[in-house]
Structure formats: C-alpha cells, structure tokens
C-alpha cells in the first residue's frame, strides 16, 4: 500500500502551537540590509555568533553606505570569528556597493534581483522576501530539508535545496512559508536533531513517514 501524504495542516498546527512566535533567530532590527549582511555571515557559523559579531560590525558600519567603503583588512577583522571572513567580507562590502549604485540604497524586494547580488542564493533571498518583505519563501536550510524529508514530503535522500524549495512551495501554503521555516529550525534544535532525533517524545510523530516504517 503507498504511503500516505503527510498532512501539512495538521503538522503546521502542532507546530504553531508549540512554537507561536517563531521569529528569525538574527537580530536584524527590522533593517533588510542586516539581515542580508548577517545571512551571509552565518554561512557555517551560529546564528549565536552571528549575532555576537553584529554589535561591532554594525557600530562601525552602521549601513549599506558605509560598508560600501569599509577597508577590506578592518571589515575581514571583525567578522573573522564567524569563519570564511575573506570571501563573507568581500561578498558583504561588494553587496552593499551594488546595493547603493544600482539600487538606491534600498535592498530590492524582488528574487531576482536580490540574486543578483554577490554571496545571496535562494536561501538568503527567500529568507529576506519572508521576512522583511512578507512575500512567500521557502527558506530550504539544513533543518528544512532534513525535517520534511523524514516526514515523508519527499524522498528523505533528496537534499537539493532547490528542489526541496520547489516541492514545499506546492504543499505549504503561502502565507505561513516564512514561519513555517522559523519552526522547522526551532523544532530542529529540540526533538529532530540531525543525529538522535527524539522520535519517542515527538509532537509530529503521528504525521511522520520515518517513525512509521
Ligand atoms: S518522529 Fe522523529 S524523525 Fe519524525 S519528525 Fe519527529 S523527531 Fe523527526
């Protein structure tokens, strides 16, 4: 017999109840540039660090205008403990240079434009379109993909941001794409961790395709 279809309403509740306000975890004060910024610094590193790094990252350079100019040695010194600072430094000074030159000084609200900008993929612009901008988005980070893959929404093997994306865009409904992917993070951290899932005192464990087989 197939495989029933998780049902995404009823999983969607169980976890807007346990986690009713879900936010991004980056302390971007409502500003779309930082969060741009601090998404890309968050690449391999905690969004705890990230956020740690930010205070003196955005006292010296408080906007897209400044980082624009930044010294390239100064800005790869105070994001160095966030990892990969070179390329995070270069990709953040020159982001913020197209931002003011092509953009007015505005991170623009559309996909492709925000993927025009250097160290922004999917991820990132999704995640600004949803939070920033309240369009929908799939964020398809690590927690994302693992997570619905065991539920059962696709083959848990696929690991394809993109495709993870596209399949979860059909099946969550637009308006709460953007919180949905803050719960899949926050549930993530406490019951399916990557590694030791704890399955036996899991709210999703009636819906889930791996705690059936
Ligand atoms: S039952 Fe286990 S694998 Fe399934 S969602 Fe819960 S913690 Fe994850």
């Not at 910024?37 to 690449?43: C, F, G, T």
């Not at 270069?90 to 982001?95: G, N, Q």
Request: neutral net charge.
């Amino acid at each position: 017999m197939a495989n029933k279809i998780p049902d995404i309403a009823k999983i969607s509740s169980v976890l807007s109840s346990i986690y009713p306000e879900a936010v991004c975890s980056l302390d971007y004060h409502g500003d779309p540039w930082k969060l741009l910024v601090q998404a890309r610094l968050s690449a391999q590193c905690t969004d705890e660090r990230v956020n740690i790094v930010s205070v003196p990252l955005f006292e010296r350079y408080p906007d897209a205008e400044s980082m624009a100019d930044a010294d390239l040695e100064e800005l790869e010194s105070i994001i160095r403990p966030c990892g990969l600072f070179r390329t995070k430094a270069a990709s953040c000074r020159e982001m913020s240079r197209i931002i003011c030159t092509t953009y007015g000084g505005k991170v623009p609200d559309d996909m492709e434009s925000l993927l025009s900008l250097p160290g922004v993929g999917r991820k990132i612009a999704n995640l600004v379109l949803g939070d920033v901008f309240g369009k929908p988005g799939i964020v398809a980070d690590t927690h994302c993909i693992r997570i619905n893959g065991r539920l059962g929404f696709y083959p848990e093997d696929l690991k394809d941001p993109f495709k993870v994306e596209k399949t979860l865009d059909k099946i969550v409904p637009k308006k709460e794409q953007a919180l949905y992917c803050h719960r899949m993070v926050l549930f993530g951290r406490e019951y399916c961790m990557a590694r030791n899932p704890r399955c036996s005192e899991c709210p999703l464990s009636q819906e889930c395709l791996r705690n059936k087989k």
